[in-house]
C-alpha cells in the first residue's frame, strides 16, 4: 500500500507506523463492536479526529510522506464525520445497561481535549434513545 499508492520508499519508520496504525484500527473495532452506544460511538469520533490532526501534521513535518498523510487525514475525516453523523442521527443503539467500555469512554472523554463536547453529545443520544 505504501509503495504502491503512495510512491513511498518503504523503511522500518515507514512499516512502524503503518502497524502502529493498523493495531489501533483492530483495536477500536474490537472495542466499538457491532452495535457501539453512544459513548463508544463518541469516543471513536475523538480518536478518528485526533488521527486525521496527526496525519496533517506528518504532512507538514515531513514532505516525502506528505500525499500520505493527506490521503490518511482524509480517510480519517470520513470516518469521523460519518461516526459524528451516525451520533447525532437515530442510528447508535442505548443499550439499557453501561458496560465497561462505556465507562472506559466516559473517562478519556471527560480528560481528552475536546472530548467534553462529544460526551455531552452522546448523552443526548443517549437520553433520545430512552424516550423512543
Known amino acids: ?3 504502491n499508492v503512495h510512491h513511498l520508499e518503504v523503511d522500518h519508520k515507514s ?8 493495531a489501533r484500527h483492530i483495536t477500536q473495532a474490537a472495542l466499538s463492536g457491532i452495535r457501539p452506544s453512544p459513548e463508544v460511538l463518541a469516543m471513536g469520533v475523538w480518536v478518528d479526529v485526533v488521527h486525521a490532526l496527526s496525519a496533517v501534521g506528518l504532512a507538514a513535518a515531513d514532505r516525502s510522506r506528505a500525499r500520505a498523510g493527506l490521503t490518511d ?3 480519517a475525516s470520513v470516518w469521523a464525520g ?4 451516525d451520533l447525532r442521527g437515530d442510528g447508535p443503539t442505548a443499550p439499557a445497561h453501561d458496560r465497561r467500555r462505556d465507562a472506559l469512554a466516559r473517562f478519556v472523554l471527560g480528560i481528552a481535549p475536546g472530548g467534553k463536547a462529544l460526551l ?10 430512552r424516550r423512543a
Open 15 to 22: 512499516l512502524v507506523i503503518a502497524r502502529i496504525l493498523g
Open 82 to 85: 460519518a461516526g459524528y453523523r
Open 120 to 129: 455531552t453529545q452522546s448523552r443526548h443520544d443517549r437520553q433520545r434513545a
Open 73 to 75: 487525514a482524509a480517510v
Open 1 to 3: 500500500m505504501l509503495e
